[in-house]
């Protein structure tokens, strides 16, 4: 985390619409505030039973080789606000890389200031010039200020698409459908 005093870190943009935010990436450090920051999402979305993210899961995941995915982290006056995690997917239809977000979170005390329009601002710079050709998430539908807030941006909402996952058990009983050797 930035302390008073230090300079930016390399990258980091401090946004024009919130005096005092700064948008930067992720690093090591900020592991244990992007579990606090996962947990505080999970809180809102009633999820938090469903979390099993560590601080030794997100170093390896996402600071190791291979890396899975990318972070963003918002300050205000030297505190972490909020984060937005990331990947790239591929669109066949495209024929062009995706930017795919996993999480974007601001705290409630933080809301209502720019610090979510800074970060997902960002988001679109870092798709844009890594010539991706959209960029998506997914909301929960009960969540009306998330999606009045995206669809002010110009984001449409896809209701034709229904999200499938598998997880678990399910997800061990299709990898072992075949019984056939892994593709090399």
């Not at 998330?146 to 034709?160: C, M, N």
Request: charged fraction near 30%; glycine fraction near 8%.
């Amino acid at each position: 985390m930035a302390r008073a005093g230090r300079p930016r870190p390399a990258g980091a943009r401090r946004a024009r619409s919130a005096s005092s935010v700064v948008i930067r990436p992720g690093t090591r450090r900020d592991v244990p505030v992007i579990v606090s920051l996962i947990r505080g999402l999970a809180d809102y979305e009633r999820l938090s039973h469903e979390v099993e993210a560590t601080a030794a899961r997100i170093r390896r995941h996402g600071f190791g080789r291979p890396r899975y995915f990318e972070t963003l982290i918002c300050e205000r006056d030297g505190r972490a606000v909020g984060f937005a995690l990331y990947f790239f997917t591929y669109s066949t239809f495209l024929a062009r890389p995706s930017l795919y977000l996993e999480d974007l979170f601001v705290r409630p005390d933080a809301r209502g200031r720019g610090a979510g329009k800074a970060l997902l601002a960002a988001l679109a710079r870092i798709a844009v010039r890594r010539g991706c050709g959209r960029m998506e998430w997914a909301v929960l539908d009960w969540n009306e200020p998330a999606i009045r807030f995206y669809e002010s941006l110009g984001a449409r909402l896809r209701k034709d698409w229904v999200l499938t996952r598998l997880t678990g058990a399910a997800l061990e009983r299709v990898a072992a459908l075949t019984g056939r050797p892994d593709v090399v």
